[in-house]
T-cell receptor, first 113, second 115 residues
């Protein structure tokens, strides 16, 4: 079945460091891929998305590229800020059936000044 | 105002009690979902509904039931709560006409503790 494997955390970085959070997936067909972010005490917010191979999603300085050949969707940011501290979830959506999201386990990022 | 709201935001209850969690949305979406979040497990699907007359079980529906009272309202019930149902519960919506992305929009969550 569909599933997402996400880099385990927690991850602690200094401000302005480079961030990579790895995400790989298993799915039938060609799913849509997402990164969601959960700030402390809040619900999930969509950070970025991609629907087909080689698409690059980007938002707020974060980027992720849909790599079909490696079934990956790694999240990157060139220079993190303290305000980026949150839990990040990789997710996929199949295009049939429930169309629900399959989530990774989440990666907690803490950015220190 | 938030597009997807959940009530209550926090609830502490005792084993065996019946609990209802409510979700309302103003996005006009037909599809609604209930997920639970547990530490280290991500979010898992409990139930989903494509419209008022279409309700389906998700990955972990045992011990839960749902009611879709209207397009905008989707309630989750625990008929007899047990401690391992302690979790953070999220409601979400999506628009099937939005194209290939199937982006989902989440409420703020309900933190439920069963003692």
């Amino acid at each position: 079945g569909d599933s997402v494997t996400q880099m385990e955390g927690p991850v602690t970085l200094s401000e302005e460091a480079f961030l990579t959070i790895n995400c790989t997936y298993t799915a039938t067909g060609y799913p849509s891929l997402f990164w969601y972010v959960q700030y402390p005490g809040e619900g999930l917010q969509l950070l970025l998305k991609a629907t087909k191979a080689d698409d690059k999603g980007s938002n707020k300085g974060f980027e992720a590229t849909y790599r079909k050949e490696t079934t990956s969707f790694h999240l990157e940011k060139g220079s993190v800020q303290v305000s980026d501290s949150a839990v990040y979830f990789c997710a996929l959506s199949g295009k049939t059936g429930a169309n629900n999201l399959f989530f990774g386990t989440g990666t907690r990022l803490t950015v220190i000044p | 105002d938030a597009d997807v709201t959940q009530t209550p935001r926090n609830r502490i209850t005792k084993t065996g009690k019946r609990i209802m969690l409510e979700c309302s949305q103003t996005k006009g979406h037909d599809r609604m979902y209930w997920y639970r979040q547990d530490p280290g497990l991500g979010l898992r699907l409990i139930y989903y509904s494509f419209d008022v007359k279409d309700i389906n079980k998700g990955e972990i529906s045992d011990g839960y039931s749902v009611s879709r009272q209207a397009q905008a309202k989707f309630s989750l019930s625990l008929e007899s709560a047990i401690p391992n149902q302690t979790a953070l519960y999220f409601c979400a919506t999506s628009d099937p006409l939005a194209g290939a992305y199937n982006e989902q929009f989440f409420g703020p969550g309900t933190r439920l503790t069963v003692l």
